[in-house]
């Protein structure tokens, strides 16, 4: 067990571009959980996968967020057109599916910086 | 709609005793869980309670009263180690995602 992984670590990008976010979570873990975190509040839900299901979606995600999780191992998070308004800490966190979704693993996020 | 409060802040002494509390409103309410965040690092679950009472975990212990919508975390005998962010999350029924609070920033001093 080597714990949710994310890559990359921080990114740095210009207004307006792409951006691509991966995580890989725990190989027995079924759920999977995309938040965004910035300073000084709790993490904010963004979405949900159940296997390659998305299941769930906040409101806060809007149509240049888009999440995908093909296989129903890792998933992957693209914002397009990036906003200084995205800078946060992306964080994903994985679950089995006994725990009711209550005990969450988080990875260690990726933080992004819009210039 | 679902809404946390928690004190932003709490300070004390090694070896205290300190209780950080939880408040919600939520739609189809089905439990509460506490985390834990190192200045840069990673939340870590802590403890999760979805029936009234207390739930004992080491040093730490949480409790939920569902009918005052309340709930508290209390981290005893504490440690340099135990500064850090706590947030409270809430489940809901029907949902997977977990709704955090703001956190409660805990310093503990020598």
């Known amino acids: 067990d080597t714990g949710v992984s994310q890559n990359p670590r921080h990114k740095i990008t210009k207004r307006g571009q792409n951006v691509t976010f991966r995580c890989d979570p725990i190989?027995?873990?079924?759920?999977l959980y995309w938040y965004r975190q910035t300073l000084g509040q709790g993490p904010e839900f963004l979405t949900y996968?159940?296997?390659?299901?998305?299941?769930?979606k906040s409101r806060l995600l809007s149509d240049r967020f888009s999440a995908e999780r093909p296989k129903g191992s890792f998933s992957t998070l693209e914002i397009q057109r990036t906003e200084q308004g995205d800078s946060a800490m992306y964080l994903c966190?994985?679950?089995?599916?006994?725990?009711?979704?209550?005990?969450?693993?988080f990875g260690p996020g990726t933080r992004l910086t819009v210039t | 709609g679902q809404s946390l409060e928690q004190p932003s802040e709490v300070t004390a002494v090694e070896g205290a005793i300190v209780q950080i509390n939880c408040t919600y409103q939520?739609?189809?309410?089905?439990?509460l869980s506490w985390y834990q965040q190192h200045d840069g690092g990673a939340p870590t679950f802590l403890s999760y309670?979805?029936?009234?009472g207390l739930e004992e975990t080491g040093r730490f212990s949480s409790f939920l009263s569902r009918s005052d919508s309340y709930g508290y975390l209390l981290l005893q005998e504490l440690q340099m180690k135990d500064s850090a962010s706590y947030f409270c999350?809430?489940?809901?029924?029907?949902?997977?995602?977990?709704?955090f609070g703001s956190g409660t920033r805990l310093q503990v001093q020598p």
């Open positions: 966190a994985s679950s089995f599916r006994d725990t009711l979704g209550y005990e969450q693993y």
């Open positions: 190989s027995e873990h079924n759920r």
């Open positions: 996968f159940q296997n390659e299901a998305q299941l769930e």
């Open positions: 939520t739609s189809g309410f089905y439990g």
């Open positions: 309670n979805a029936l009234d």
């Open positions: 999350a809430v489940s809901a029924t029907g949902r997977r995602a977990l709704t």
